[in-house]
């Protein structure tokens, strides 16, 4: 089968004013980006407000593995596959950050014949997003060292100064570095590091913002660092930088309409990180596919534990979103290496080695079902390598937890191989559930830390150093209402990367806990999760070229 790069090259992409037709967004209340992607004016949104709401379908996924899941791969499909059986469908997905795409992950286009398009552009800077997010962040630094370089009126203590800088690229070597070097007319020396932008409070502020006005609150509001001696907070509004800020964004905030390979319409915007950040697509995005269309599917970022938990406890908390149901993504290959199998060894059947690796979609579906309270269908992608056996067994053991088994070839044949997941989604989407959250807005900080790993991550005890303790202490005053971030390992349900599985009963140790006052929650650090990812051995901008004609090859 030919490369996703050559698919979507090979695609026959409609204007994007006829794409834009199909769900009655008119030629005028678009900005276009060349003939195929398009900004869609806050204007023309803000007119829909009174239009009733679609139902809302997530997208999740087992804890991720080298072998891969395809939960993009099956938002794009199971979008196509609902326009075919004749609804009014829609996807709102993330923007792709350069770090991934030029690092281990890839592209976030999806795969096979279930992509947006145009494929290299939104892999490839888009409509400059997060050029704009990552210059309003840097913005905010450098009016804090020259602040202090100017006097320091405000009193910053430059040893307590929160605001690091970022880049979108995984560069490890800027985690920490020192500045101000070479003499007085270059500022204060003080440490300082970076992180990727979709690390970035400003990309959660743009993702979680309703509108322009919203927007420039929540970036006033961001907390820059402590005064000397008091340590009281000091805000970005004290500086006087929200304004500049939100002018930098001003284009960013507009949702990007593009299409799947169908010419189905697809909303991409906004990109934080599911690990270190929410991992959702901005709330704009998705209350404007909502009112755009009767089905809207979105996904959350990584495994049901983090991205799901996320979309559920933040990003619905926050914006007062209502999930009508969820597919959870899985794939017998990655389920076997959750089972312990090598990378190399899973295209061969191995019953023993699923037996064992089903737990951990056991518990992801349990968590969906109980803990957020929601209707789920269980979509495994096929692969050719799937033996009858081994398909009999994974669906007998999800159907005896009440699950709904499909199995998808959307990769290979587009929406047509998603119609069976599409019409378990509607079935499902009817039964008019409600989503629970995982602990209260009045839990403490520390206690909604707790709830989050004892019951959807199998923790035993969270444990909290010292320093950790006294901060959420003190926070719990004044933001204790905030909702969690946990910013932890994709790879298991523990803060190991290498534990597979389920595990169960282990400790869950918070090193680092970080106020994000603008976006509206706290980040707890766990493990040795970074902020800032560094490329592996062999990184994938070694296959990433492009020839004499513009021809882009590599790309995945």
């Not at 997905?93 to 552009?121: N, T, W």
Request: aromatic share 6%.
């Amino acid at each position: 089968m030919a490369s996703d790069i050559d698919i979507a090259q090979k695609a026959t992409m409609q204007r994007i004013t006829a794409v834009a037709a199909k769900v009655g967004i008119p030629e005028e209340s678009l900005e276009p980006y060349g003939h195929y992607k398009a900004k869609i004016s806050l204007e023309y949104l803000a007119t829909l407000k009174d239009r009733p709401d679609g139902k809302l379908i997530l997208v999740t996924a087992i804890s991720p593995t080298p072998a891969g899941e395809g939960k993009t791969t099956t938002t794009v499909g199971l979008g196509d596959a609902l326009n075919r059986i004749g609804k009014k469908a829609m996807i709102c997905l993330r923007e792709p950050s350069l770090g991934p795409v030029f690092g281990v992950k890839g592209g976030a286009a999806g795969g096979g014949y279930a992509q947006i398009v145009p494929m290299e552009d939104i892999n490839l800077h888009f409509t400059g997003d997060f050029h704009a997010i990552g210059a309003a962040h840097n913005l905010l630094s450098a009016l804090i060292d020259n602040h202090i370089n100017h006097g320091n009126d405000l009193r910053i203590d430059p040893r307590l100064i929160q605001w690091k800088r970022v880049v979108d690229m995984n560069d490890r070597a800027l985690r920490k570095i020192t500045i101000g070097l070479g003499g007085t007319a270059n500022g204060f020396v003080r440490e300082d590091g970076y992180d990727i932008v979709v690390a970035s409070e400003v990309m959660a502020i743009l993702c979680l913002a309703l509108s322009l006005s919203d927007l420039k609150e929540r970036l006033g509001r961001i907390v820059i660092g402590y005064t000397l001696g008091d340590r009281k907070p000091v805000y970005a509004r004290d500086l006087k930088a929200q304004g500049a800020m939100a002018t930098l964004l001003k284009d960013a905030i507009k949702p990007n309409l593009v299409q799947t390979l169908e010419n189905n319409p697809a909303i991409i915007h906004g990109g934080p990180f599911a690990n270190i950040a929410h991992g959702c697509n901005s709330v704009t995005a998705t209350k404007a596919g909502l009112k755009l269309a009767d089905y809207v599917v979105t996904e959350a970022g990584f495994g049901a534990d983090l991205g799901a938990e996320k979309f559920i406890d933040i990003k619905c908390r926050m914006a007062g979103l209502n999930p009508a149901a969820v597919v959870l993504v899985a794939t017998i290959r990655a389920l076997k290496f959750h089972g312990g199998v090598k990378k190399e060894d899973l295209n061969q059947e191995n019953l023993a080695a699923l037996e064992k690796g089903i737990v951990n979609i056991e518990r992801h579906l349990k968590n969906v079902k109980e803990h957020y309270g929601l209707p789920c269908v269980v979509s495994v992608n096929h692969f050719t390598f799937d033996t009858e056996a081994e398909i009999a067994l994974l669906k007998e053991r999800i159907e005896a937890l009440g699950g709904r088994f499909v199995l998808a070839r959307h990769w290979a044949e587009g929406g047509k191989g998603a119609e069976e997941v599409a019409r378990a989604v509607v079935e499902m989407a009817e039964l008019g559930a409600k989503h629970t959250y995982v602990y209260a807005d009045t839990d403490t900080l520390q206690a909604k830390i707790t709830a989050i790993a004892t019951k959807i991550y199998g923790a035993g005890q969270v444990t909290f150093t010292d320093a950790v303790r006294k901060q959420l202490d003190e926070w719990n005053t004044t933001y204790g209402h905030f909702p969690v971030c946990m910013a932890k390992t994709q790879m298991s349900f523990s803060a190991d990367a290498s534990v597979r599985g389920a595990p169960s009963g282990h400790t869950l140790n918070v090193r680092e806990v970080r106020l994000a006052n603008g976006a509206g929650f706290v980040v707890a650090v766990c493990g040795d999760m970074m902020t800032m990812p560094g490329l592996p051995k062999v990184p994938s901008s070694e296959r990433i070229d492009i020839d004499e004609h513009g021809r882009v090859s590599g790309l995945f």
